[in-house]
C-alpha cells in the first residue's frame, strides 16, 4: 500500500515526538525537525516565550505559507493556519491557540470571520481538538456551523516505557511542576507539611524551581528538592529516575489545556490527584485512577478558560485546595490496594485504552486515509 505523505509543521513538544517517531504504518512525515524528534520543548522555551509575545503584539492569528514538495496534505499544529491550496489538517491545543493561547484576541470580529471562513474552506479537511474541552471550546467562542463535522477528539498518546519500579520503605510522592505557582507548589508543600505530622511514612520528591523562601519554610527531612529548568531531562530518563522511585503523582495544576505530565504518570502505572481543571477530567477519572480536586468556582463552561488564577485564592479557597488534597492523599496512603488498583487504571489508558498509539494511529490513519 502507498504511504500517505504528510508535510508536518509541528513543534517539540513531546506529543509531537510521540507521533513523528511512531506514526501510522500507512503514514511518512515529512519535514520534521529534531527538535520534534527529541521533543526539546523546554530547551528552547525561551525563545518560544519571546516570538509568542511578539506575534501577540500583532494581534493576528498564527498563519503560515508551506513551500511546495512530494506530499499528500499539511498536518499543522499550535493553531498555524495553512495558506496553501492544498489539503490540510489542524491540531489544537485550545481554540485560543490561534492566538498563542492569549484569550482576549479571539474576540476581534474581523479575525473571528477569517478563522472561520479559513475552516470552512474545502482545504480545511479536520480540526484535530487535543481533548474534548476543547472541542466544546470551538462551538463557544466560533460560528462552527458550515465546519462543525470536521472538529473532532484526537487525544495525545505515548508509547510504553519499560521502567524497573524501585522497591523503598516510604510511600513517595511525586511532584514534577514546570511553573511552581502555576502548578501548585505552594498547596502541594502545605499539604505534605500537614500530612507527614500525622503520617511518619511518606517522603515528597517535588521536581520544581522551588523559591528559597519555601525551602526555608517546609524544610523539612522527608522532602528531596530538585531542580527543573536547570536540569530538564530526557522524558525517558526522567521517567526512570523520578516516576519509577515514587508511588502517587501529585499535580495540582491551575494552567494547563491538557497537561501531558499526566501521560507520563499513567506510563508509570502511578495514581494521580490532579484538580478539575479544563481537560484534566477527561485523563484522570476520579476515583478511577485518582482523585480530582475541585477548584472553588471553577466552572468549565462558564468561560472555557484553562486558567484559574492563583493570584486571586483566598484564605478559604485555598484551605479548601488543601483540605481536598490531604483527604485523596490519605486514602491512598492507607490502602496499597486502592494505590494499585488506580495504578492499573492508569496503566490501561495509555497501554491500551484512549491515550495509546494504537487507538490514535487509528483514528489518524482514518481521518489521513479519507483526504482526497
Not at 501548585?184 to 499539604?191: K, M, V
Request: with cysteine; charged share 30%; aromatic share 14%.
Amino acid at each position: 500500500m502507498k504511504k500517505i505523505k504528510v508535510k508536518a509543521i509541528f513543534g517539540s513538544w513531546q506529543g509531537y515526538q510521540e507521533m513523528v517517531n511512531f506514526p501510522p504504518k500507512d503514514v511518512e512525515y515529512l519535514g520534521v525537525g529534531r527538535g520534534t524528534k527529541r521533543a526539546e520543548y523546554y530547551q528552547s522555551k525561551k525563545i518560544k516565550e519571546k516570538i509568542g509575545a511578539f506575534l501577540q503584539k500583532l494581534k493576528i492569528p498564527r498563519m503560515i505559507f508551506v513551500g511546495p514538495g512530494d506530499y499528500d496534505l499539511i498536518h499543522s499544529s499550535r493553531g498555524i493556519i495553512p495558506l496553501n491550496n492544498k489539503p490540510w489538517i489542524i491540531d489544537m491545543e485550545h481554540v485560543h491557540s490561534f492566538f498563542g493561547l492569549n484569550p482576549n484576541l479571539i474576540k476581534s470580529k474581523f479575525w473571528k470571520r477569517f478563522i472561520e471562513k479559513k475552516l470552512a474552506s474545502n482545504n480545511c479537511k479536520a480540526i484535530l481538538c487535543h481533548c474534548d474541552a476543547t472541542r466544546q471550546a470551538f462551538f463557544h467562542f466560533l460560528d462552527c456551523s458550515k465546519f462543525k463535522d470536521k472538529i473532532k477528539v484526537l487525544y495525545p498518546a505515548s508509547h510504553i516505557i519499560p521502567l524497573k519500579k524501585d522497591k523503598h520503605r516510604k510511600i513517595r510522592i511525586l511532584a514534577v511542576i514546570s511553573l511552581f505557582y502555576h502548578k501548585g507548589g505552594p498547596q502541594i508543600l502545605e499539604a505534605f507539611s500537614r500530612l507527614e505530622k500525622k503520617y511518619k511514612n511518606i517522603e515528597l520528591w517535588i521536581k520544581a524551581d522551588t523559591p528559597k523562601e519555601f525551602k526555608k519554610k517546609y524544610g523539612s527531612k522527608n522532602i528531596r528538592w530538585f531542580p527543573y529548568f536547570s536540569q530538564v531531562l530526557p522524558r525517558e530518563r526522567l521517567l526512570q529516575k523520578f516516576h519509577a522511585q515514587c508511588d502517587i503523582f501529585l499535580y495540582p495544576t491551575f494552567y494547563d489545556s491538557f497537561g501531558y505530565s499526566l501521560i507520563d504518570a499513567m506510563v508509570a502505572k502511578m495514581p494521580i490527584i490532579s484538580t478539575n481543571l479544563f481537560a484534566i477530567p477527561e485523563i484522570v477519572k476520579n476515583d478511577e485512577n485518582g482523585f480530582i480536586v475541585k477548584l472553588p468556582g471553577y466552572n468549565l463552561k462558564e468561560k472555557f478558560l484553562q486558567v484559574y488564577d492563583y493570584r486571586k485564592i483566598g484564605k478559604k479557597e485555598n484551605d479548601n485546595i488543601i483540605s481536598q488534597i490531604i483527604s485523596s492523599f490519605e486514602k491512598l496512603i492507607k490502602s496499597k490496594k486502592l494505590r494499585d488498583k488506580m495504578s492499573n487504571e492508569s496503566f490501561m489508558l495509555v497501554s491500551g485504552g484512549k491515550f495509546s498509539i494504537k487507538e490514535r494511529n487509528n483514528k489518524l490513519s482514518e481521518i489521513y486515509g479519507g483526504i482526497k
